[in-house]
């Protein structure tokens, strides 16, 4: 059996809600890895590939680069903030272009 390093994150469903983070040693560390890289990037922006419960992976975006206007008027998904926009934009581009080189 392979075990991956795993974590959960669950998510209030309210705004006053709590959020708890449960997971092993190394998917917290790698975690915080990943926030302190963020806050530390001129490109503002970082990203990890971590492990649920049952096995399934999901990716988790972090970014800092969140304009004044965004703050105000926090869009209701992620997908829809510049800099997540930007991220994808930059992967997809990443990856036509890896696959023209294979």
Do not use: C
Not at 29 to 39: F, G, M, P, V, Y
């Amino acid at each position: 059996m392979n075990v991956k390093s795993r974590i959960k994150i669950y998510t209030g469903k309210d705004v006053k809600d709590r959020t708890v983070i449960a997971g092993e040693p190394n998917a917290l560390r790698a975690l915080a890895k990943t926030l302190i890289n963020t806050a530390n990037s001129p490109s503002r922006f970082d990203a990890i590939r971590l492990y649920e419960g049952t096995g399934h992976d999901f990716e988790i975006v972090v970014t800092s680069d969140i304009t004044e206007d965004e703050w105000q008027n926090m869009p209701n998904k992620a997908d829809e903030l510049g800099s997540v926009k930007v991220y994808d934009d930059l992967r997809t581009s990443l990856n036509k272009n890896k696959e023209r080189v294979i």
